[in-house]
């Protein structure tokens, strides 16, 4: 069985031989790049200077020997967008860049991440605005310059393939070029405005899908889509707000997806927190990958989880707790940590081994080899 037959068999709720495992293949299931060197290390391997996928993160590329090593079953694929390698300005306080959306990101001298600084469309606009403003273009040929190679040769080498995506998703952009506070009023005090500028993002997408399917579909098994929906301790928004103004548009994007790429397809979606009330709709939409898997977030039990959706959903991510145990337990507490979560979450398939969103530059390197011998003591099925 090769790492992509391990992928679809887990997500068709088969068994495979073992549970698939993932780092480093996303923008959400990746490694920063400190944490990487020194994994990298860990594992005997030369590094060099570290390739970034994502600045703004600092998510590192993580290098075929490591990925080899550790038997990553899934291998992704990034646009060339601006995130990847922007032009950074020395500025008083830090460096800076301005992505293709018109948003500026700083990180402060001493820093690890860039923060947003400036939206575009910050204080009073119109329709008009959003309209005449300068979009990028989705379908622009140096947005998949190289990748039908790559994606080629993982597919030829059989690994799954997943397709990153051009921006995030459409209520996270609008809390981005409008600013979170500014576009919480729009929803709940002119949703006109609210909807139109998340339509925007909408048809973008969809022409981002459609080029990328053209382009390199038969090799692509998913595309990352994204709207963090959750908080620690609750929804961002109310469920009924998702339900009117958010849920039609995830459901055009999934569409689209399913409409674009040619079989086996699964729709991924990444949303953090406390999301337990909305997984029924996520569901309803056509989700059949739940990314990360909050499971310190309220209501968000695993074993809960697997009892109530797992014959529909394939949980992709909740193998550890980023937020405490991976960073500050023993290794002891790690291991203990990553076999409870196998034990609850893989009977039955439907799921693949990832942690908690990415892996942040402070996670000592004895946790994540605890993390990696817990695992393969109990992947077998």
Known sequence: MNSRERVITTLEHGLPDRVPFDLGSTFVTGITRNAYVRLAE???QEVGEVELCDVVQQLAVVGEGVVERLEVDVRGVVPNIVRKGPAIERVEGGDEFTDEWGVRWKRPQGGLYFDIVDSPFSGAISEKA???????????PALFAGLAERAKEYYERGYAVILENICAGVFEMCCRVRGTEQFYMDLAMNPKLATRLMDKFVELKIEYYKTAAEVLGEYVQFVREVDDMGGQEALLISPGMYRDLIKPRHKRLFEAQRKFFPKPFYVFFHSDGAIYDI???????GVDVLNPVQLTAKGMDAAKLKQEFGKDLTFWGGGVDTQNVLLRGTPEEVKANVTERIEQLSPGGGFVFATVHNVQDDVPAENLAAMLEAFRAAREY
């Open 130 to 140: 959003i309209d005449g403003f300068a979009w990028p273009r989705a379908c622009d």
């Open 279 to 285: 997984i029924p709709d996520f569901l309803e939409i």
């Open 42 to 44: 860990y594992l005997g």
